[in-house]
């Protein structure tokens, strides 16, 4: 089984803490649908298999999961949405039981767009609230406000997506441990059955960097942050919340299995501009501009750069995102893909993790405790092997 993942690069309104890529120009967008149309079509022809089949980058696997990123694209009308499924599914072998996840900002949501959203075959709607307090969503320069998240998820329950997750940001300057809380509170009050919950990052090129370095906004309090990040683990696991990956929570039944296979190393293929695409052996990434990329799919050649990854690459690659599931790293799974003496030199690096008490070597599985989740990157790193 394999994924899919669409980036949509347009927004109405840029947030102050984004660095993924956008454009909050429009024009381009028209075109921009026709060439993920074409890049559907060359990507799953680049090759044939035996049979005759479209192969592609992920060789003709089942697609399992699609998932619809950006940029925002609940920008898209209900005809383009169609349409892009449509293609998808006749150029992929799309499961019958495929999860379909929409991102979706709170201010596009109404009852005919998520009828039609359901038509079109979306199953999984994530809702990108950030916060339920106004003076924070417009600290982050959010299009939408509190009062449009709170009807979002009411009219999506009401429009029957129980398959739900919604973003929360926390560790900004004005965040409060008690408005952190109501946060969260008003999350699972609304029945929300997944969560992803992000330390705000300062990431460079960002409006939020610069404003920062000219001394307009306040930097990030890391040790106010870590401590909102294990009051957010103490309150979801008390109210039946499994903290499956580092930065999400579910109910039992609702992981994300598009994001789940990620981290588990399945192939994935990104399709848009700035998209990456992993099949265990290399690495590809479109270019990130959107007139570049309408303009190579015209021509007919796919935007992309490729890595073929090392044998240190893959193992670190796992090391990463394994470490960061609750399940961990699978030690005879190690030595069985990558060999005793890998699996030694990690076992070797960990000891010091286990002695301070943020790894746990738990049924031939290492994994991080509560402490070693505020590492994670850290740690995984210290663990990479040559």
Not at 38 to 52: L, Q, V
Not at 120 to 135: K, M, P, T, V
Not at 344 to 365: F, M, P, V
Request: some cysteine; charged content about 20%; proline content about 3%.
């Amino acid at each position: 089984m394999a994924g899919i993942y669409i980036h949509i690069p347009f927004c109405r309104k840029a947030c102050h803490y984004c660095n993924f890529h956008f454009s909050t120009s429009l024009d381009l967008k028209n075109e921009f649908v026709k060439a993920l149309l074409k890049e559907i079509e060359i990507t799953a022809s680049e090759n044939e298999n035996i049979t005759g089949q479209p192969a592609g980058y992920l060789k003709g696997e089942m697609i399992d999961t699609i998932y619809f990123g950006g940029g925002t694209p609940s920008l898209l009308t209900k005809e383009e949405l169609s349409a892009i499924l449509a293609q998808l599914r006749s150029s992929y072998l799309v499961s019958g039981s495929a999860e379909i996840t929409l991102e979706a900002n709170p201010d596009d949501i109404n009852r005919e767009l998520l009828r039609s959203w359901r038509t079109a075959g979306i199953n999984r709607l994530s809702i990108g609230i950030q916060s339920f307090f106004d003076e924070d969503l417009v600290w982050m320069n959010r299009v939408h406000n509190s009062e449009q998240s709170s009807a979002a998820i009411r009219l999506s329950r009401e429009e029957g997506f129980d398959n739900l997750t919604i973003d929360l940001i926390y560790g900004t300057p004005g965040l409060t441990d008690e408005k952190w809380k109501a946060n969260v509170d008003m999350a699972i009050a609304a029945g929300i059955p997944h969560l992803s919950c992000y330390g705000l990052t300062v990431e460079p090129s960002t409006a939020l960097y610069h404003m920062i370095k000219q001394n307009k906004r306040s930097d990030i309090d890391q040790e106010k942050q870590a401590a909102q990040f294990l009051l957010l683990i103490e309150w979801l696991q008390a109210a039946g919340y499994e903290h499956y990956e580092i930065s999400n929570f579910a109910k039992p039944g609702y992981r994300s299995r598009h994001n789940t296979s990620y981290w588990q190393g399945k192939s994935y293929l990104g399709l848009g501009p700035s998209a990456h695409s992993f099949n265990g052996h290399s690495r590809r990434w479109n270019i990130a501009n959107n007139a570049l990329y309408i303009q190579s799919i015209k021509n007919n050649q796919l935007p992309v750069e490729t890595e073929e990854l090392t044998a240190s690459q893959r193992v670190n690659e796992y090391i990463m995102t394994a470490l960061r599931t609750v399940e961990g790293l699978s030690l005879p799974y190690m030595e069985e893909v990558f060999g005793t003496s890998v699996t030694d030199q990690l076992q070797h690096a960990a000891k010091k993790y286990i002695s301070n008490g943020k790894l746990q070597c738990n049924k031939e599985r290492l994994q991080l405790t509560t402490e070693g989740k505020l590492y994670a990157d850290g740690i995984a790193s210290d663990l990479f092997v040559d």
